[in-house]
């Protein structure tokens, strides 16, 4: 999974997971979701939540953190063993962004990162696109997180 | 006075921010959650969008903390199911000031919760020389008046 052409549809990694504590889950509330059932553990008790839930950004930001970690260790990978690495360009958005289930004080979640679909662009010969939907699961094998990912990366063999 | 789904209208428009996006604030976002370069300290010389700029996900987190002081604050909210799309349209710099002006395009009781209704919206955000950087088709829950005995809201 390095260049366009490693890509394969189907092709399913684990990323890491993540453990959400009730303090980063409020630090995190403070800054950029202040909503009371992400902000305060009695405020969310009496919410339809009933209890302290992370804001659907920060388990977005995490699956981010853990993908750009990723993808540096396999990068660093490639250096090592004195190989090429591909470049890619700056993702366009995101798609089909779900939150099926709330993520809970204490819940680990694990991400994965699957390979969708692969295109070729008419315009571009030197990359090609590369649709991925990433996912976070918690410790009781329960969707939380789904979303779909286009990221242009760099053709080995370019084209025109 | 809370305002819950019935309250709102298709066409409601609501203007918020402004909120400086300094250079601190993009690497300490970046360092929490996007360590690339471009967003650490200003990208790699081969760079294909060169200095630094804010990761997405930071602009779309500021998105959402205005869209809390803006419209969410003293309301039913109970938060989203999902998000439709998420368009990055214009790299966000140290020192922009970006607002956000959101506009209500759906609104549907839901068909399985009778206490319960989802309003669609897309917001987009500019900066200070009126650029659009982001754009979001969402949807948020909001609890029904009529469900406010079934809560126990006095």
């Avoid at chain 1, 890491?16 to 305060?40: C, E, N, R, Y």
């Avoid at chain 1, 009496?46 to 990068?75: K, N």
């Avoid at chain 2, 002081?69 to 989203?80: A, E, K, N, P, Y």
């Amino acid at each position: 999974m390095n260049f366009f052409e490693d890509h394969v549809i189907g092709a399913r990694v684990g990323i890491g997971s993540h453990t959400f504590t009730a303090d980063a889950i409020k630090a995190f509330a403070v800054q950029f979701d202040p909503q009371p059932f992400h902000l305060d553990e009695a405020a969310a008790a009496r919410s339809h939540f009933g209890g302290l839930v992370a804001s659907g950004w920060h388990t977005a930001a995490i699956c981010l953190r853990l993908l750009v970690e990723d993808r540096h260790r396999r990068q660093a990978e490639l250096r090592r063993r004195g190989e090429a690495v591909a470049r890619t360009g700056p993702s366009p958005g995101l798609r089909n962004l779900q939150w099926p289930r709330p993520v809970r004080a204490g819940d680990t979640i694990a991400y994965a990162h699957e390979v969708v679909e692969l295109r070729l662009l008419a315009d571009r010969g030197d990359v090609g696109l590369r649709v991925a939907r990433n996912t976070g699961t918690n410790q009781k094998g329960e969707l939380v997180y789904s979303v779909l990912t286009s990221t242009f990366i760099e053709r080995r063999e370019k084209q025109g | 006075m809370v305002r819950c789904y019935e309250d709102f209208s298709v066409g409601e428009v609501v203007e918020a921010g402004p909120v400086l996006v300094t250079a601190d604030a993009i690497k300490a976002f970046a360092a929490q959650f996007d360590p690339q370069p471009m967003h650490l300290h200003g990208g790699a010389p081969d760079a294909i969008l060169g200095g630094l700029f804010a990761s997405g996900m930071h602009t779309v987190c500021l998105n959402m903390r205005l869209l809390v002081d803006g419209f969410l604050r003293d309301t039913s909210s109970m938060g989203s199911p999902g998000v439709d799309e998420v368009r990055y349209l214009a790299p966000v710099r140290a020192g922009d000031s970006l607002t956000m002006r959101l506009e209500v395009t759906g609104l549907r009781p839901s068909a399985s919760r009778a206490d319960l209704g989802f309003l669609r919206f897309t917001s987009e955000m500019r900066n200070g020389s009126g650029t659009p950087v982001l754009r979001i088709t969402a949807t948020l829950i909001f609890a029904r008046r009529e469900a406010d005995g079934a809560t126990g809201t006095p």
